[in-house]
């Protein structure tokens, strides 16, 4: 089936440092999604972003997160600057649109970050 | 406000068995719901989902599950479990409005381990 790919799949960093997190969607894909999870917690939804903008946001999603897709590439997320709280598994869910049956989430296996 | 709760951490259980995964929610309106399995390694993959009409959904790979109103519930079950079935289950809730479609609440997930 479709795939998304994340990649790194593990990034360690030193707190204050900026790190960006990258996902490969689906390629016709419209919608894309970030998602946080805390080791032994549920996952939470951060952030979703169609047509160049975020369309919605959580509490979660810190004035030091931000999003894009420049040019049809990755779909990033970049923390900047990083905190001990950011350290998590994060992952990147893409759709191809929100209502039906296009509305599946495809998600992707994840990047563990660390921050020391 | 919206919530899912899946009781069980973990569940084992022999290979042939039955299997019921159980999951609970707390939403005011009829919820958008979904289960997701999460083989190591590997992103979400969507099992099957329920919006609406009869309340028993086929899934992939024969798994099922019935939503109850009245319950406020959304039990996974398979009545016979193949030990390529040990994954992570998480149960998930969805506004389903626009862009909310794509917000899913996750509960913590339930670890299946089936034993040969």
């Known amino acids: 089936g479709p795939k998304v790919l994340q990649i790194p799949s593990h990034q360690i960093i030193d707190m204050g440092q900026m790190v960006t997190l990258n996902c490969d969607p689906v390629?016709?894909?419209?919608?894309f999604y970030w998602y946080k999870q805390i080791l032994g917690q549920q996952m939470e939804f951060l952030v979703n972003?169609?047509?160049?903008?975020?369309?919605?946001k959580s509490k979660l999603f810190k004035d030091q997160f931000s999003v894009e897709r420049p040019d049809g590439s990755y779909f990033t997320l970049k923390i900047q600057p990083t905190a001990l709280e950011d350290s998590a598994v994060y992952f990147c869910a893409s759709s191809f649109g929100t209502g039906g049956s296009a509305e599946t989430l495809y998600f992707g296996s994840g990047t563990r970050l660390t921050v020391l | 406000a919206q919530s899912v709760t899946q009781p069980d951490a973990r569940v084992t259980v022999s290979e042939g068995a039955s299997l019921q995964l159980r999951c609970k929610y707390s939403?005011?309106?009829?919820?958008?719901l979904f289960w997701y399995v999460q083989y190591p390694r590997q992103g979400l993959q969507l099992l099957l989902k329920y919006y609406s009409g009869d309340p028993v959904v086929q899934g992939v790979n024969s798994f099922e599950a019935e939503f109850s109103k009245s319950n406020s519930s959304f039990h996974l079950q398979k009545a016979s479990v193949h030990w390529s079935d040990s994954a992570v289950y998480f149960c998930a809730l969805s506004r389903g409005r626009g862009s909310a479609l794509g917000r899913l609440h996750f509960g913590a997930g339930t670890q299946l381990i089936v034993i040969p």
């Open positions: 972003f169609y047509n160049g903008k975020v369309m919605e």
């Open positions: 390629s016709n894909h419209l919608y």
């Open positions: 939403y005011s309106a009829t919820p958008y």
